[in-house]
C-alpha cells in the first residue's frame, strides 16, 4: 500500500504564512513529479505548484511569490514542502499532495500511476 500524508494546515490570519509537508512512502517507487492541489470551498480542485525529481517547479499564476515549493529527495525520502507566506482569505480550502510513480499492485505488478493523500485544511481569517 501507499500512504500519503500531508500536515501543518490550521488557522491563521490575514498575511502570516504556513508550512504544509507531504511524505509519500509504502509501495512506491521513482516517483517523478509531486505536487499541491487546493480545492477551496464550492470550487473545484485547482493546482497550486509541481515539483519534479529535478527540481524543476511551476506554480499557478495567481500564487508566484508567495507560495514556494520544495522536495527532499534524499535517502530515498519522499517529501516534498509548500511555503505559504502573505496568506489572503482566499487561499482557504483543503490542500492535496500528489505524486506520480510507480506502484507496487497487490498482484505484485507494478503500475505508473498517480497517487493523492487525504488533504490537510488552511483556513485564513480575514
Known amino acids: 500500500q501507499v500512504q500519503v500524508a500531508e500536515s501543518g494546515g490550521g488557522l491563521v490570519q490575514a498575511g502570516g504564512s504556513l508550512r504544509l509537508s507531504c511524505v509519500v512512502s509504502?509501495?512506491?517507487?521513482?516517483?517523478?513529479?509531486m505536487a499541491w492541489y487546493r480545492q477551496a470551498p464550492g470550487k473545484q480542485r485547482e493546482l497550486v505548484a509541481t515539483i519534479t525529481s529535478g527540481g524543476q517547479t511551476i506554480y499557478a499564476d495567481s500564487l508566484k511569490g508567495r507560495f514556494t515549493i520544495s522536495r527532499d529527495n534524499a535517502n530515498a525520502k519522499n517529501m516534498m514542502d509548500l511555503q505559504m507566506n502573505s496568506l489572503k482569505p482566499e487561499d482557504t480550502g483543503v490542500y492535496y499532495c500528489s505524486a506520480w510513480g510507480t506502484v507496487i499492485t497487490d498482484s505484485g505488478g507494478q503500475k505508473f500511476r498517480e497517487v493523492w493523500g487525504q488533504g490537510t485544511l488552511v483556513t485564513v481569517s480575514s
Open positions: 509504502g509501495s512506491i517507487f521513482s516517483i517523478n513529479s
